[in-house]
């Protein structure tokens, strides 16, 4: 069984920086596509950032310039690096990758509050 574990959340002030890291318990090379996605309270969860194993990536317009996603094989682990963070970016952050069977793995997600 894949794991995939978040960490790097927090409270920052906006326009402050974080780096998420999600580590898979197994060589990402196994997932097709790796992703970042994030859920408000009251809201659903809501797609952030992929990164193929092109690598290729792709982000929402709400995160566009000020997030970055990127993929270190030799350390099983994905990160966004989160700049210029606003309040509504406030939300748990999930890891998700989607294996070479197309089936989906999710961690269990890092608190991120963007508050002064």
């Known amino acids: 069984q894949v794991q995939l574990v978040e960490s790097g959340g927090g409270l920052v002030q906006p326009g402050g920086s974080l780096r998420l890291s999600c580590a898979a318990s197994r060589s990402i090379f196994n997932f097709n596509v790796m992703g970042w996605y994030r859920q408000a309270p009251g809201k659903e969860r809501e797609w952030v950032a992929t990164i193929t194993s092109g690598p290729i990536t792709y982000y929402s317009d709400s995160v566009k310039g000020r997030f970055t996603i990127s993929r270190d094989n030799a350390k099983n682990t994905v990160y966004l690096q989160m700049n210029s963070l606003k309040p509504e970016d406030t939300a748990v952050y999930y890891c998700?990758?989607?294996?070479?069977?197309?089936?989906?793995?999710w961690g269990q997600g890092t608190q991120v509050t963007v508050s002064s």
């Open positions: 998700k990758g989607q294996s070479t069977s197309m089936k989906d793995y």
